[in-house]
Protein backbone atom coordinates (compact mmCIF):
# COMPACT_ATOMS: atom_id res chain seq x y z
CA UNK A 1 0.00 0.00 0.00
CA UNK A 2 1.48 3.31 -0.74
CA UNK A 3 0.59 5.11 1.95
CA UNK A 4 2.04 2.74 3.92
CA UNK A 5 5.94 2.17 2.25
CA UNK A 6 5.68 6.34 2.43
CA UNK A 7 5.34 6.26 6.18
CA UNK A 8 8.13 3.84 5.99
CA UNK A 9 10.73 5.74 3.58
CA UNK A 10 10.06 8.94 5.45
CA UNK A 11 10.58 7.71 9.33
CA UNK A 12 13.32 5.61 7.22
CA UNK A 13 14.96 9.13 6.03
CA UNK A 14 14.69 10.96 9.50
CA UNK A 15 16.52 8.57 11.13
CA UNK A 16 19.37 8.29 7.96
CA UNK A 17 19.49 12.21 8.72
CA UNK A 18 20.25 11.49 12.51
CA UNK A 19 22.52 8.69 11.60
CA UNK A 20 20.76 6.64 14.34
CA UNK A 21 19.23 4.55 11.09
CA UNK A 22 20.59 1.30 12.14
CA UNK A 23 21.14 -2.46 9.61
CA UNK A 24 20.94 -5.79 11.14
CA UNK A 25 24.51 -7.49 9.61
CA UNK A 26 24.93 -10.84 9.59
CA UNK A 27 27.62 -12.28 12.22
CA UNK A 28 29.28 -15.77 12.33
CA UNK A 29 30.22 -16.34 16.16
CA UNK A 30 32.75 -19.07 15.91
CA UNK A 31 33.13 -19.98 19.18
CA UNK A 32 31.99 -16.88 21.49
CA UNK A 33 34.99 -14.76 21.23
CA UNK A 34 35.55 -14.11 18.06
CA UNK A 35 32.90 -13.23 14.70
CA UNK A 36 32.89 -13.15 11.17
CA UNK A 37 31.23 -9.89 9.62
CA UNK A 38 31.49 -8.84 5.93
CA UNK A 39 34.40 -11.38 5.40
CA UNK A 40 36.47 -10.18 8.89
CA UNK A 41 37.66 -11.77 11.56
CA UNK A 42 37.30 -9.95 14.98
CA UNK A 43 37.08 -10.08 18.03
CA UNK A 44 33.89 -9.17 19.65
CA UNK A 45 34.39 -6.87 22.71
CA UNK A 46 30.22 -6.66 22.10
CA UNK A 47 28.61 -10.13 23.21
CA UNK A 48 26.69 -10.92 26.46
CA UNK A 49 28.26 -14.17 26.66
CA UNK A 50 30.23 -13.42 29.59
CA UNK A 51 31.30 -16.63 30.21
CA UNK A 52 31.48 -18.14 26.34
CA UNK A 53 28.83 -20.72 27.34
CA UNK A 54 27.04 -20.34 24.08
CA UNK A 55 29.79 -22.61 22.66
CA UNK A 56 30.85 -25.15 25.22
CA UNK A 57 30.83 -28.35 24.77
CA UNK A 58 28.66 -29.40 27.95
CA UNK A 59 25.55 -27.10 27.00
CA UNK A 60 25.79 -28.44 23.53
CA UNK A 61 25.52 -31.99 24.87
CA UNK A 62 22.94 -31.14 27.14
CA UNK A 63 20.92 -29.36 24.16
CA UNK A 64 21.08 -32.43 21.80
CA UNK A 65 19.94 -35.01 24.33
CA UNK A 66 16.66 -32.92 25.39
CA UNK A 67 16.05 -32.60 21.60
CA UNK A 68 16.51 -36.49 21.78
CA UNK A 69 14.33 -37.02 23.95
CA UNK A 70 11.49 -34.02 24.08
CA UNK A 71 11.68 -32.96 20.65
CA UNK A 72 12.93 -29.13 19.47
CA UNK A 73 9.87 -27.20 20.17
CA UNK A 74 7.30 -27.24 23.70
CA UNK A 75 4.40 -27.95 21.36
CA UNK A 76 2.14 -25.01 23.45
CA UNK A 77 2.38 -22.58 26.38
CA UNK A 78 3.39 -24.26 29.25
CA UNK A 79 -0.16 -24.10 31.11
CA UNK A 80 -1.37 -26.51 28.64
CA UNK A 81 0.90 -29.30 27.01
CA UNK A 82 4.68 -27.10 27.06
CA UNK A 83 5.83 -27.54 30.24
CA UNK A 84 8.55 -30.38 29.40
CA UNK A 85 10.45 -31.93 32.93
CA UNK A 86 13.50 -29.71 32.36
CA UNK A 87 11.47 -26.78 33.17
CA UNK A 88 11.12 -27.50 37.16
CA UNK A 89 14.89 -28.57 37.32
CA UNK A 90 15.93 -25.16 35.81
CA UNK A 91 13.30 -23.04 37.96
CA UNK A 92 14.27 -24.99 41.27
CA UNK A 93 18.15 -24.26 40.32
CA UNK A 94 17.57 -20.83 40.17
CA UNK A 95 15.36 -20.35 42.98
CA UNK A 96 18.14 -21.95 45.27
CA UNK A 97 21.14 -19.97 43.16
CA UNK A 98 19.03 -16.51 43.77
CA UNK A 99 18.03 -17.57 47.70
CA UNK A 100 14.03 -17.32 47.06
CA UNK A 101 11.47 -20.11 47.46
CA UNK A 102 10.57 -20.17 43.87
CA UNK A 103 11.04 -19.58 40.42
CA UNK A 104 9.10 -18.88 36.56
CA UNK A 105 10.79 -19.29 33.34
CA UNK A 106 9.69 -17.46 30.80
CA UNK A 107 10.10 -17.12 26.94
CA UNK A 108 12.47 -14.24 27.24
CA UNK A 109 13.81 -11.04 29.08
CA UNK A 110 11.51 -8.38 27.41
CA UNK A 111 8.41 -10.81 27.91
CA UNK A 112 9.23 -12.04 31.56
CA UNK A 113 9.12 -7.96 32.42
CA UNK A 114 6.20 -6.93 29.89
CA UNK A 115 4.11 -9.61 31.33
CA UNK A 116 5.17 -9.84 36.04
CA UNK A 117 5.14 -6.05 36.12
CA UNK A 118 0.89 -5.70 34.88
CA UNK A 119 0.25 -8.93 36.98
CA UNK A 120 1.18 -6.98 40.31
CA UNK A 121 0.55 -3.28 39.91
CA UNK A 122 -2.66 -2.10 38.24
CA UNK A 123 -4.68 1.54 37.45
CA UNK A 124 -4.37 2.74 40.85
CA UNK A 125 -0.92 1.03 41.06
CA UNK A 126 2.30 3.40 41.41
CA UNK A 127 5.61 2.45 39.36
CA UNK A 128 8.97 4.08 40.11
CA UNK A 129 11.73 3.13 37.22
CA UNK A 130 15.39 4.30 37.36
CA UNK A 131 15.93 6.98 33.86
CA UNK A 132 18.31 4.46 33.11
CA UNK A 133 16.62 1.13 33.33
CA UNK A 134 15.79 -1.34 29.90
CA UNK A 135 13.34 -0.89 27.64
CA UNK A 136 11.85 -3.77 29.10
CA UNK A 137 11.62 -2.64 32.33
CA UNK A 138 9.59 0.77 30.71
CA UNK A 139 7.77 -1.72 28.81
CA UNK A 140 6.30 -3.29 31.58
CA UNK A 141 5.23 -0.20 33.59
CA UNK A 142 3.23 1.20 30.88
CA UNK A 143 1.86 -2.18 30.49
CA UNK A 144 0.10 -1.37 33.93
CA UNK A 145 -1.69 1.50 33.06
CA UNK A 146 -0.54 2.75 36.56
CA UNK A 147 1.23 6.35 37.31
CA UNK A 148 4.59 5.48 36.06
CA UNK A 149 7.44 7.91 37.73
CA UNK A 150 10.69 8.26 37.24
CA UNK A 151 13.63 8.64 39.73
CA UNK A 152 17.28 9.98 39.09
CA UNK A 153 19.32 7.41 38.17
CA UNK A 154 20.96 5.68 41.14
CA UNK A 155 19.51 8.53 42.76
CA UNK A 156 17.75 6.95 46.45
CA UNK A 157 17.29 10.40 47.64
CA UNK A 158 14.75 11.16 44.82
CA UNK A 159 13.43 7.54 44.69
CA UNK A 160 12.79 8.36 48.56
CA UNK A 161 11.28 12.02 48.14
CA UNK A 162 8.37 10.80 45.39
CA UNK A 163 7.45 7.82 47.57
CA UNK A 164 6.46 10.55 50.41
CA UNK A 165 5.04 12.89 48.23
CA UNK A 166 2.90 9.86 46.01
CA UNK A 167 2.88 6.57 47.51
CA UNK A 168 -0.40 6.90 49.34
CA UNK A 169 -2.75 7.76 46.59
CA UNK A 170 -2.14 4.41 45.76
CA UNK A 171 -3.22 0.68 46.27
CA UNK A 172 -0.04 -0.47 45.71
CA UNK A 173 3.64 0.54 44.46
CA UNK A 174 6.59 -0.93 42.55
CA UNK A 175 10.33 0.24 42.51
CA UNK A 176 11.93 -1.11 39.23
CA UNK A 177 15.37 -1.02 38.48
CA UNK A 178 18.62 -2.64 36.22
CA UNK A 179 20.39 -4.75 38.71
CA UNK A 180 23.98 -3.95 36.54
CA UNK A 181 22.96 -1.30 33.98
CA UNK A 182 23.04 -2.65 30.67
CA UNK A 183 24.67 0.20 29.07
CA UNK A 184 26.98 1.98 31.80
CA UNK A 185 27.86 -1.35 33.83
CA UNK A 186 27.27 0.38 37.54
CA UNK A 187 25.18 -1.23 39.88
CA UNK A 188 22.18 -0.20 41.84
CA UNK A 189 22.41 0.99 45.61
CA UNK A 190 19.89 -2.28 46.58
CA UNK A 191 20.71 -2.15 49.91
CA UNK A 192 19.50 1.57 50.41
CA UNK A 193 16.64 0.91 47.26
CA UNK A 194 15.64 -2.37 49.83
CA UNK A 195 15.44 -0.39 52.89
CA UNK A 196 13.41 2.17 51.55
CA UNK A 197 11.19 0.30 49.99
CA UNK A 198 10.17 -1.41 53.09
CA UNK A 199 10.05 1.76 54.84
CA UNK A 200 6.92 2.81 51.94
CA UNK A 201 5.65 -0.42 51.58
CA UNK A 202 6.73 -0.69 48.15
CA UNK A 203 8.26 -3.65 46.33
CA UNK A 204 11.25 -4.04 44.59
CA UNK A 205 12.66 -5.48 41.29
CA UNK A 206 15.52 -5.75 39.86
CA UNK A 207 16.86 -6.81 36.39
CA UNK A 208 19.32 -8.66 36.74
CA UNK A 209 20.11 -9.65 33.11
CA UNK A 210 23.39 -8.58 33.91
CA UNK A 211 24.61 -9.71 36.92
CA UNK A 212 23.35 -13.34 37.12
CA UNK A 213 27.00 -15.59 36.73
CA UNK A 214 29.04 -12.64 37.03
CA UNK A 215 28.66 -10.23 40.11
CA UNK A 216 27.91 -11.74 43.91
CA UNK A 217 30.20 -14.78 43.06
CA UNK A 218 27.52 -15.93 40.38
CA UNK A 219 24.29 -15.14 42.00
CA UNK A 220 23.93 -11.45 40.87
CA UNK A 221 23.66 -7.79 42.03
CA UNK A 222 21.31 -8.71 45.18
CA UNK A 223 24.46 -10.54 46.29
CA UNK A 224 26.83 -8.08 46.18
CA UNK A 225 24.84 -6.30 48.28
CA UNK A 226 23.00 -8.57 50.67
CA UNK A 227 19.85 -6.56 49.80
CA UNK A 228 16.43 -8.64 50.31
CA UNK A 229 14.81 -8.05 46.62
CA UNK A 230 11.34 -10.10 46.44
CA UNK A 231 11.32 -9.69 42.70
CA UNK A 232 14.58 -10.79 41.15
CA UNK A 233 13.80 -10.58 37.14
CA UNK A 234 16.88 -11.87 34.97
CA UNK A 235 17.58 -13.82 31.61
CA UNK A 236 19.08 -16.56 30.44
CA UNK A 237 20.47 -14.97 27.31
CA UNK A 238 23.55 -13.47 29.12
CA UNK A 239 26.25 -15.13 30.78
CA UNK A 240 23.96 -18.44 31.04
CA UNK A 241 24.58 -18.78 27.19
CA UNK A 242 21.38 -19.37 25.74
CA UNK A 243 18.15 -17.91 26.00
CA UNK A 244 14.70 -17.12 28.03
CA UNK A 245 13.89 -15.56 31.22
CA UNK A 246 13.62 -15.30 34.79
CA UNK A 247 11.68 -13.94 38.14
CA UNK A 248 12.42 -15.81 41.58
CA UNK A 249 10.41 -14.76 44.20
CA UNK A 250 8.02 -16.28 47.02
CA UNK A 251 5.44 -19.53 46.28
CA UNK A 252 2.82 -17.23 46.43
CA UNK A 253 4.12 -14.71 44.24
CA UNK A 254 4.76 -17.48 41.39
CA UNK A 255 1.71 -19.09 41.70
CA UNK A 256 0.21 -15.66 40.91
CA UNK A 257 2.40 -14.90 38.13
CA UNK A 258 2.25 -18.53 36.13
CA UNK A 259 -2.07 -17.30 36.09
CA UNK A 260 -1.48 -14.49 35.58
CA UNK A 261 1.15 -12.96 33.41
CA UNK A 262 -0.47 -12.88 29.65
CA UNK A 263 3.66 -13.13 28.00
CA UNK A 264 3.77 -16.77 29.87
CA UNK A 265 0.09 -18.02 29.27
CA UNK A 266 -0.37 -17.05 25.95
CA UNK A 267 2.93 -17.84 24.55
CA UNK A 268 4.22 -21.01 23.84
CA UNK A 269 7.25 -22.81 25.99
CA UNK A 270 10.85 -22.39 25.33
CA UNK A 271 11.86 -25.23 23.57
CA UNK A 272 13.60 -28.13 25.69
CA UNK A 273 17.22 -27.89 24.46
CA UNK A 274 17.07 -24.43 25.59
CA UNK A 275 16.40 -25.32 29.19
CA UNK A 276 18.78 -27.93 29.25
CA UNK A 277 21.41 -26.02 28.10
CA UNK A 278 20.72 -23.67 30.75
CA UNK A 279 20.95 -26.02 33.38
CA UNK A 280 24.43 -27.12 32.14
CA UNK A 281 25.24 -23.60 32.38
CA UNK A 282 24.10 -23.45 36.15
CA UNK A 283 26.37 -26.36 36.77
CA UNK A 284 29.42 -24.20 35.71
CA UNK A 285 28.46 -21.29 37.32
CA UNK A 286 27.57 -23.05 41.09
CA UNK A 287 31.08 -25.31 40.57
CA UNK A 288 33.75 -23.24 38.85
CA UNK A 289 34.34 -19.72 41.17
CA UNK A 290 37.29 -18.85 39.06
CA UNK A 291 35.65 -18.86 35.87
CA UNK A 292 32.48 -15.99 37.48
CA UNK A 293 35.29 -13.74 38.53
CA UNK A 294 36.99 -13.74 35.02
CA UNK A 295 34.99 -11.41 33.33
CA UNK A 296 34.57 -8.60 35.99
CA UNK A 297 38.63 -9.18 36.74
CA UNK A 298 39.08 -8.54 32.85
CA UNK A 299 36.73 -5.40 32.49
CA UNK A 300 38.90 -4.06 35.50
CA UNK A 301 42.39 -4.88 33.56
CA UNK A 302 41.02 -2.74 30.92
CA UNK A 303 39.75 0.13 32.89
CA UNK A 304 42.93 0.28 35.16
CA UNK A 305 44.82 0.44 31.83
CA UNK A 306 42.63 3.50 30.22
CA UNK A 307 42.38 5.39 33.59
CA UNK A 308 38.99 4.93 33.72
CA UNK A 309 36.83 4.25 37.40
CA UNK A 310 37.72 0.43 38.25
CA UNK A 311 34.92 -1.65 36.10
CA UNK A 312 31.87 -2.87 38.50
CA UNK A 313 30.32 -5.32 35.91
CA UNK A 314 31.43 -6.71 32.58
CA UNK A 315 30.46 -4.06 31.09
CA UNK A 316 32.33 -0.98 30.13
CA UNK A 317 31.18 2.19 28.08
CA UNK A 318 33.15 4.59 26.31
CA UNK A 319 31.15 7.80 25.97
CA UNK A 320 31.47 9.99 22.88
CA UNK A 321 28.52 12.24 22.58
CA UNK A 322 27.44 12.41 18.87
CA UNK A 323 26.80 9.87 17.06
CA UNK A 324 29.16 10.53 13.90
CA UNK A 325 32.31 10.41 16.09
CA UNK A 326 31.28 7.62 17.78
CA UNK A 327 30.43 5.71 14.42
CA UNK A 328 34.17 6.75 13.57
CA UNK A 329 35.37 5.07 16.62
CA UNK A 330 33.80 2.30 16.06
CA UNK A 331 34.90 2.10 12.83
CA UNK A 332 38.57 2.82 13.90
CA UNK A 333 38.59 0.18 16.32
CA UNK A 334 36.36 -2.43 13.30
CA UNK A 335 39.89 -1.87 11.40
CA UNK A 336 42.50 -2.72 14.25
CA UNK A 337 40.16 -5.87 14.79
CA UNK A 338 38.22 -5.54 17.24
CA UNK A 339 34.14 -5.43 17.52
CA UNK A 340 33.15 -2.57 19.70
CA UNK A 341 29.46 -1.36 19.03
CA UNK A 342 28.18 2.15 18.82
CA UNK A 343 25.72 2.22 20.58
CA UNK A 344 23.28 5.53 19.78
CA UNK A 345 19.75 6.41 20.72
CA UNK A 346 17.06 5.31 21.83
CA UNK A 347 19.00 2.82 23.40
CA UNK A 348 21.16 5.49 25.02
CA UNK A 349 20.06 9.10 26.08
CA UNK A 350 20.60 11.98 23.30
CA UNK A 351 23.85 13.14 23.91
CA UNK A 352 25.28 9.89 25.23
CA UNK A 353 26.45 8.03 22.68
CA UNK A 354 28.90 5.63 23.53
CA UNK A 355 31.09 2.46 22.44
CA UNK A 356 30.29 -0.17 24.79
CA UNK A 357 32.57 -2.85 25.47
CA UNK A 358 31.78 -6.21 27.04
CA UNK A 359 34.35 -8.35 28.25
CA UNK A 360 34.42 -12.13 28.78
CA UNK A 361 35.88 -14.82 30.86
CA UNK A 362 37.94 -15.91 27.39
CA UNK A 363 39.49 -12.29 26.13
CA UNK A 364 43.08 -12.38 25.96
CA UNK A 365 45.46 -10.57 28.37
CA UNK A 366 47.17 -9.00 25.26
CA UNK A 367 44.39 -8.39 23.12
CA UNK A 368 42.82 -6.21 26.16
CA UNK A 369 45.98 -4.95 26.31
CA UNK A 370 46.20 -3.51 22.67
CA UNK A 371 42.62 -2.37 22.97
CA UNK A 372 43.43 -0.28 25.65
CA UNK A 373 46.10 0.99 24.33
CA UNK A 374 44.89 2.40 21.01
CA UNK A 375 41.82 3.38 23.31
CA UNK A 376 44.29 5.60 25.25
CA UNK A 377 46.02 6.97 22.34
CA UNK A 378 43.03 7.37 19.69
CA UNK A 379 39.78 8.31 21.74
CA UNK A 380 41.36 10.19 24.65
CA UNK A 381 40.70 13.19 22.36
CA UNK A 382 36.83 12.94 22.94
C1 LIG B 1 18.83 -5.30 31.33
C2 LIG B 1 18.16 -6.17 30.33
N1 LIG B 1 16.97 -6.68 30.61
C3 LIG B 1 16.32 -7.48 29.75
C4 LIG B 1 16.85 -7.77 28.53
C5 LIG B 1 16.05 -8.61 27.59
O1 LIG B 1 16.37 -9.94 27.79
P1 LIG B 1 16.13 -10.98 26.59
O2 LIG B 1 17.22 -10.77 25.62
O3 LIG B 1 16.19 -12.31 27.28
O4 LIG B 1 14.78 -10.69 26.03
C6 LIG B 1 18.11 -7.25 28.19
C7 LIG B 1 18.79 -7.51 26.92
O5 LIG B 1 18.52 -8.06 26.00
C8 LIG B 1 18.77 -6.43 29.11
O6 LIG B 1 19.96 -5.90 28.80
Given at each position: MKSLDDFAKSKLDQLRQRRLHRAIKESV?????WIERDGKRLLS?????YLNLTHHPALKEAAIDAIRRYGVGAGASRLVT????LYAQLEGRLARLKGTDAACVFGSGYLANAGIVPVLIGQDGLVLVDELAHSCLWAGAQLTRGKVLTFRHNDAAHLSELLHRHRKQHNRAIILTDGVFSMDGDLAPLDEFSEIASRHDTWLMTDDAHGLGVVGDGRGSAAVHVAHVPLQMGTLSKALGGYGGYICASEAVIDLIRNRARTLVYSTGLPPPVVAASIAAMDLIESDAALVCRPVAKARAFTRLTNLPDAQSPIVPLLIGDETPTLRASQMLADEGFLVPAIRPPSVPEGTSRLRLTFTAAHPDNEIERLAAIVRAQLSAH
Open positions: REDGLFACNDGNHP
